[in-house]
């Protein structure tokens, strides 16, 4: 049995037509990341699906106020409130952020999160930020793996919230 084993496993492992996944990877960790990509993405479309209960309500009552009061422009940046739980949970994977983890939360009307994006690219995730349901006053704001702004970023982020700061000022709405 062994020696079939053996003849088996060399006829798999060796051949350049042989099954992929019975190949070890040239580059272990790679393969790891995508491992790690493919089971997160199946994570977040088990997770969505979870969510699709509360989506109607969500769309009915609550995404409309949220658009109203958190949809502005400033400084070459676009904020505005995701639109979906599926939104929310890719944008979480892309960026390497938790904000995945709050879909229900926002759905719920417990958390209030948008995304805040370049104004010549509003489909590509590049910021995430999170209000306080009960102040309006910003929580947190992350980029790719939680970063800050890079040096070149700063001084357009800094302009926007300065600029949003303002505008909600004029709006009597408590401020970022």
């Known amino acids: 049995a062994r020696q079939t084993n053996a003849k088996y496993a060399e006829r798999w492992i060796f051949e350049p037509d042989a099954d992929p996944m019975l190949l070890l990877p040239k580059d272990m960790h790679l393969m790891h990341q995508r491992f790690i990509e493919q089971e997160n993405l199946l994570r977040a479309e088990a997770r969505a699906k979870e969510l699709e209960p509360l989506m109607a309500a969500f769309e009915k009552k609550l995404l409309p106020a949220l658009r109203q009061k958190y ?8 904020l505005r409130p995701y639109e979906s739980a599926r939104e929310v949970i890719a944008e979480g994977s892309t960026l390497s952020i938790c904000i995945g983890t709050y879909a229900r939360g926002y759905l ?3 958390k209030i999160i948008c995304c805040l994006r370049r104004a010549e690219a509003p489909d590509v995730p590049w910021r995430a930020v999170e209000f306080s349901a009960v102040t309006g006053k910003l929580v947190q704001d992350r980029g790719f793996k939680n970063g800050k702004p890079s040096k070149e970023d700063k001084p357009i982020v800094d302009a926007f919230w300065k600029a949003w700061e303002e505008h909600n000022k004029n709006r009597g709405r408590k401020t970022a």
């Open 108 to 110: 719920e009307g417990n």
């Open 71 to 78: 949809s502005f422009e400033a400084a070459g940046l676009v």
